[in-house]
T-cell receptor, first 116, second 113 residues
């Protein structure tokens, strides 16, 4: 089954404790992206990647890191989480329809992160 | 700055009522346009998309959207909503100039039986 998976689905942590949220897709998509969803603000893009070893900042990259060592995986790293990073995070992947533009994005189930 | 605006933040309808959700984007030039839906507790799913061609796009579950270039709009419509359409709806646009996909802030739709 074609899907985007994220782990963990729920995470409660404390300020400053490094964490990683994994994202994996099995559709051989070139494009992958991380979003955070906050009430009244919709989805905002954190980072995206057009292909292996190619990553770029989205609209709200501060406090986050990503890596794309393999096509299927795109982990989101919070080196020193802070309470303002409490949010619902979605990973998404997509084919690139006409480079470098994306086609339909397929979203993971979300990771609800709480930073105390 | 490029942006996507959804002016209806919260819409409440009775079943069988008609729906129109507004979406405006601020980009110039060629754009790809999308509507995504998020049912309660679920992830986002694509409703429909516009890349080129016929500006009236039909999607899943009876939804359609019309691209009006002169108005920079891509409004979502459904002639008769159902209780199961209760969800949050997001418009998104990608400019060919920047290849960034930007989402609107979403519209929460509640449909009462």
């Amino acid at each position: 089954e074609a899907q985007v998976t994220q782990n963990p689905r729920y995470l409660i942590t404390v300020t400053g404790k490094k964490l990683t949220v994994t994202c994996s897709q099995n559709m051989n998509h070139e494009y992958m992206s991380w979003y955070r969803q906050d009430p009244g603000l919709g989805l905002r893009q954190i980072y995206y990647s057009m292909n292996v070893e190619v990553t770029d900042k989205g609209d709200v990259p501060e406090g986050y890191k990503v890596s794309r060592k393999e096509k299927r995986n795109f982990p989101l790293i919070l080196e020193s989480p802070s309470p303002n990073q409490t949010s619902l995070y979605f990973c998404a992947s997509s084919l690139l329809s006409a480079l470098p533009h994306t086609d339909t994005q397929y979203f993971g189930p979300g990771t609800r992160l709480t930073v105390l | 700055a490029q942006s996507v605006s959804q002016h209806n933040h919260h819409v409440i309808l009775s079943e069988a009522a008609s729906l129109e959700l507004g979406c405006n984007y601020s980009y110039g030039g060629t754009v790809n346009l999308f509507w995504y839906v998020q049912y309660p507790g679920q992830h986002l799913q694509l409703l429909l998309k516009y890349f080129s061609g016929d500006p009236l796009v039909k999607g899943i579950k009876g939804f359609e959207a019309e691209f009006i270039k002169s108005k920079f709009s891509f409004n979502l419509r459904k002639p008769s909503v159902q209780w199961s359409d209760t969800a949050e709806y997001f418009c998104a646009a990608e400019s060919y100039n920047t290849d960034k996909l930007i989402f609107g802030t979403g519209t929460r739709l509640q449909v009462f039986p």
